[in-house]
């Protein structure tokens, strides 16, 4: 399907992630006769091992069959598992397909009298055996079906399928990002030059509980951050043993060298005793005495206020 192009043969990066994700990896059961072109070799203990460069050349033909599609929610995505059901939301979000997460409705391409009845014009499964309702009424209503299959995935109503491990989660979820990115990637929304900035790990499934094991393990770090930091601030607390001791001076009178004790108090002076007859300093002397009381009410202005002549003190209007 690359047709020999160097930009759209499979990366290093890409093998060793799906090496990592243990992607080639099939069952040991023994490959079903359709799904035996796509097994490289089986090992002694019956696992069988999927070529990877025709996973990667059928991801290709699925991903130009889904960008040939115009408005991007005719494409219908289901996952009936719950591994795959993280990402297909991811996958419906990034690409903007119709995802079906959960239990399949049946009746939901063939009744159209049911609320949730869909017309798509592509569906795309996680699996073969657990989506078989949905890929039978596909069949009924005329509706291509791309499917992740295993070795021993049946191939009965699949037009597409990509051959990978869809037992494990960081499989599955591996292989709905590659696809998602090769789809923007032929709709011209990313570069191929550059790296998509969304990571793997987004698709991977995650157990609710080691979820909430983590979100502890975060509370219980930052309450510790939070303890130490007291201690940390009494240390290094330079500001109240320098700059307000004198220790960080430099701008002002009590303030000395770094390092150095700040200067003692001054002291206080005593008090002079009083004595009969001797004069006291103005700021001892008692401002109510001697002082006189004015009483406003009490004066006589001795003039008259309607008078507005200089002249005269005394006179009629």
Same mark, same amino acid.
């Given at each position: 399907m690359s047709g020999g192009l160097d930009i759209l043969s499979i990366k290093e990066d890409d093998v060793t992630k799906m090496l990592a994700a243990e992607t080639h990896l099939g069952e040991t059961n023994g490959p079903d006769f359709q799904m035996a072109q796509y097994v490289f070799k089986v090992k002694t203990d019956g696992t069988a091992i999927i070529n990877v460069k025709k996973t990667w050349e059928k991801l290709l033909i699925a991903a130009r069959v889904i960008a040939a599609i115009e408005n991007p929610t005719d494409v219908c995505v289901l996952s009936n598992r719950t591994f795959g059901q993280r990402a297909i939301l991811k996958f419906a979000a990034h690409t903007g397909a119709v995802a079906v997460a959960g239990r399949? !409705?049946?009746?939901?391409? !063939?009744?159209? %009298?049911?609320?949730?009845?869909?017309?798509? #014009?592509?569906?795309?499964? *996680?699996?073969? #055996? !657990?989506?078989?309702?949905? %890929? !039978?009424?596909? *069949?009924?209503?005329?509706?291509?079906?791309?499917?992740?299959?295993? @070795?021993?995935?049946?191939?009965?109503? %699949?037009? %597409?399928?990509?051959?990978?491990?869809?037992?494990?989660?960081?499989?599955?979820?591996?292989?709905?990002?590659?696809?998602? #990115?090769?789809?923007?990637?032929?709709?011209?929304?990313?570069?191929?030059?550059?790296?998509?900035?969304?990571?793997?790990?987004?698709?991977?499934?995650?157990?609710?509980?080691?979820?909430?094991?983590?979100? +502890?393990?975060?509370?219980?770090? @930052?309450?510790?951050?939070?303890? +130490?930091?007291?201690a940390a601030a009494a240390e290094d607390n330079w500001a109240t043993t320098d700059k307000w001791q004198g220790g960080g001076g430099g701008g002002g009178d009590t303030g000395g060298l770094p390092g150095q004790p700040?200067?003692?108090?001054?002291?206080?002076?005593?008090?002079?005793?009083?004595?009969?007859?001797?004069?006291?300093? @103005?700021?001892?002397?008692?401002?109510?005495?001697? *002082?006189?009381?004015?009483?406003?009410?009490?004066?006589?202005?001795?003039?008259?206020?309607?008078? @507005?002549?200089?002249t005269t003190t005394t006179g009629e209007w």
């Open positions: 399949f !409705t049946p009746g939901t391409f !063939t009744n159209q %009298i049911q609320a949730a009845f869909k017309e798509p #014009r592509l569906l795309v499964v *996680s699996d073969p #055996r !657990t989506d078989h309702q949905a %890929i !039978t009424e596909a *069949s009924y209503v005329n509706i291509p079906v791309i499917a992740l299959c295993n @070795t021993n995935s049946p191939l009965k109503y %699949i037009d %597409i399928a990509i051959p990978c491990n869809n037992n494990g989660d960081n499989s599955l979820g591996l292989m709905w990002w590659m696809l998602a #990115r090769e789809v923007l990637r032929l709709r011209g929304t990313i570069s191929r030059e550059t790296p998509w900035e969304v990571m793997p790990d987004l698709y991977f499934y995650r157990d609710p509980e080691e979820a909430e094991h983590e979100e +502890e393990e975060l509370k219980e770090e @930052t309450a510790d951050q939070w303890a +130490e930091k007291p700040p200067p003692p108090p001054p002291t206080a002076a005593s008090p002079t005793p009083f004595t009969h007859g001797t004069s006291t300093t @103005t700021t001892d002397q008692d401002w109510n005495v001697g *002082s006189k009381t004015e009483d406003w009410g009490a004066e006589d202005t001795g003039g008259d206020w309607g008078n @507005t002549d200089p």
